[in-house]
């Protein structure tokens, strides 16, 4: 019972044997006399259930509740550290889904999303909290990531902001400012709005407080690790995405880190449902990937650590290292999306186009093959537009390296479906790579070949047609029949003449490609096994199961 504070008994104090403590014993209860003095509390103090208590009040009976404290209820170790702080987060403006292409990939919190921090005090006594601050651990340059956004949530607004791109970050209240008090009784509730643009935030929230003379600070992160928070808006560029968007809007594009995570068997999410009362918990120190007992380092490194001509460096000491170089192999997928997320951050840097080394551009054109061939259109889109506009001017429009990155612009282009501007910049690009590098060259080839793709998807399929015959035999002639480039002009080819319904010119092509395919690169390459699915399904049209069933074999259910 507080110091000033006392029941409110029925009966009021009672000398006799009726209450609890006393005498004890069962004699008749009895009304004291008007002249009976009351019994001073004994200075030892009193013991009640193995409790030591300095006063007893005896009452017959008690009404509404009665808080019972030792000596004030403050612990030295209560004083030491008065605040209790919690931490839930709201979406901001936008209910989004965020997930990093990290190591593996991990959800992290984007910019804007409200942190709900709920203080209270472990004492009765009132904590006074003087000012907050918040503290910057580490920036990072951001990486790729997936944003997924949500119908709805939008939200009240918010008390307290912070700009994470100063130099030194304040809070902003939005109403009431600094000092708060808290008691046990008492509770104070931020909801304070971390804002980044450029960089990925460790940081931390401090706040400075007084309680009984004393003066402290309480540190509120993590469970001992920083908080983080993505910049979303280096997700954009403009109203276009930036080179670090996987592309993802409505649905997840392939191989983005969420699909990823997801196949993991992580979650992908922040956000339970947009319907929930029930706001989630700040995520544990290294996101989902704690579930499966791994833990992940906060991003603790400084803007030194990431200047752009060490992270080429780094980059081409990984391709250097890759055990499995040939991007058209699932095997090295991994290892290329490692490479690629680098080579997104590194581009998403001002002024760097990563044209100053031959080897740099050399690898550059492989990580957009890789982004093709593993479906990753959008961010190769993105990626190759900026290469190629930043090398067409730095290296010339007719450099070797400067048409090969525009021919893999070209095939991303495709992927997404984009065939008309395709058939634009590869129509341009065949002339010049005639020109600068010859008709039998590779590259020359390879453009070719992507400008009978766009000619027959747009519906000019007799020029595509003729086209392709004319790439095939140049290849030929050039390369030898069995380069893998020839084999996958013949391919093109075979499905040309499919689609034309000239069925048995395709099984001729496509019975000696699969062929070659087996001898050259083997049965479990993926040209291999396109080749003889592409098969397969045209001996199940011309109506022969059994032979497609014999060609078939154990052929996967994957590319």
Known sequence: MGEHERPTAEGGFDGGDGGVGGDGGDKARRKPSDDTAPVPPQGGGNSISGGELGNVIMAGAVHGGVTFNSRGGDTPSDLENPVIASV????????ADLVVDADPPRVMVPSGTVHVITLEARTNRAVVLDAARPVVLARRPPRPACLLTRIGAKIEPRRFTTDFDVRVPQMRAQGADFPFSISASDVEQFWFEPIARTHEIAWQLELDWTCAGRRGTTVINNNGEPFEVYPVAALFDGRADSVLNSGCGLFHEQG?????????????????????????????????????????????????????????????????????????LPASWPDYRKIASLVRTLFHRPHHRGHES????????????????????????????????????????????????????????????KHA??????????????????????????????????????GAHQEARQQCEDVLRRSRLALGPDDPRTLRAASN?????????DHQAARAVLEDTLQRYRRVLGEDHPDTRHAKRDLVALLRELGEPERAQAVAGDLPAGP
Do not use: M
């Open 493 to 501: 080819l075979a499905i040309f003449l499919r689609r034309l319904d």
């Open 256 to 328: 983005c880190p969420s699909l990823l995570l997801e196949e993991a068997g992580a979650p992908t999410s922040l956000w339970t449902s947009t319907r929930s009362s029930s706001l989630p918990s700040y995520p544990a120190p290294g996101g989902p990937r704690a579930a499966a007992g791994a833990a992940t380092a906060p991003p603790h490194r400084s803007d030194d650590d990431d200047n752009p001509e060490d992270l080429r460096r780094h980059i081409l000491a990984l391709h250097a290292a890759l055990v499995v170089s040939d991007p058209e």
């Open 358 to 417: 031959q080897e740099f551009r050399a690898l550059l054109v492989q990580v957009l093959r890789y982004l093709y061939v593993s479906g990753q259109h959008e961010p190769g889109v993105t990626l190759g537009r900026i290469a190629a506009a930043a090398w067409s001017e730095a290296l010339g429009k007719d450099h070797p390296d400067t048409l090969a990155v525009a021919n893999r612009l070209a095939g991303c282009l495709i992927g997404l479906g």
């Open 88 to 95: 839930q987060l709201r979406p901001g403006g936008t209910l």
């Open 421 to 458: 501007e395709a058939r634009d910049l590869l129509a341009d690009l065949l002339p010049r790579c005639e020109r600068v590098l010859g008709w039998e060259a590779p590259l020359t080839l390879t453009v070719g070949s992507n400008l009978c793709a766009c000619l027959f998807a747009l």
